[in-house]
């Protein structure tokens, strides 16, 4: 007699998704996400592409549980399905969220920017640590810091540095290696290399990889710039005005575009583009 294998579900599904905040109309010309369907396997890399304004940033945000909060500035679920991490995020009760957000890993918008001036590099990537449990043994934080810190490829000597002592750069690897801190089993990243000196963008990518392929974590990377991300992803959904106009494998959606929007993305990547120098950071 023989068993068939129980079916592992997505890290996250979203199914007719939409998504809107609460100063706007209700209506479906003001929905920041309108009709998204998608889902992420464990063990894979996401790519959400597209302009300023295609509600990327705001799907990273509800994926992450920053979403039906009651905070008049964070964004709704208005319809559709969002489930992460098994978990059903339209009107997500507080302790439930709590639940998704110890494991999901949420790497904001110029998240290096949004470290605290006050605190150290090592006390800013223990800081989720201590959130959750104060009495954490230090011992054991002092060296998961150590350990993620050198993960990033960032030298130890910044872990009693402050931010500003740091470049653009390393503050958001410093970031990353917060957002990290607990092992979660998603990592949603929005817009990493957002402000970064082009020459060393790829090195925060490359770090995204390395630590995906040695946490085995499901990450959600959002960016503007196709050709940055789609040699560390698994698939890509192109965004557009708060709908997917495309989504599969990046050379099959660039091959076949389906939307104008797609096919100048495609167009674009047929340019030749000067060099540029690698610079350590």
Known sequence: MTTSAVPIPPVIFASDLSIRYPSRRPDAQDLAVNGVTFSLEQGEIVAVVGESGSGKSTLAA???????????????????????????????????????????????????????????????????????????????????????????????????????????????????????????????????????????????????????????FSALLVSSDLDEVRRISDQVIVMHRGAVVGQGQVDQVLAAPAHPYVEGLARSRRRPTAPTKRISV
């Open 62 to 216: 509800a994926v992450a549980g920053a979403a039906d909060t009651g905070n008049a500035h964070d964004p709704v679920i208005h319809g559709g399905k969002l489930r992460v991490l098994g978990y059903t995020m339209k009107g997500i009760s507080d302790r439930k969220r709590d639940l998704v957000t110890l494991r999901v890993g949420y790497l904001r918008q110029d998240g290096g920017e949004q470290l605290s001036g006050r605190l150290t590099v090592a006390e800013n990537v223990a800081a989720p640590i201590f959130e959750r449990d104060r009495r954490f043994n230090q011992r054991e934080a002092n060296e998961a810091v150590a350990t993620l810190i050198d993960s990033v490829r960032l030298p130890l000597g910044i872990l009693n540095r402050y931010p500003h002592e740091l470049s653009r750069g390393q503050r958001q690897r410093v970031a990353m290696a917060q957002a990290l801190i607990l092992e979660p089993a998603l990592f949603v990243a929005d817009d990493p290399t957002s402000g970064i000196d082009p020459t060393v963008r790829s090195a925060i990518l490359d770090v995204i990889r390395e630590l995906q392929a040695r946490r085995h």
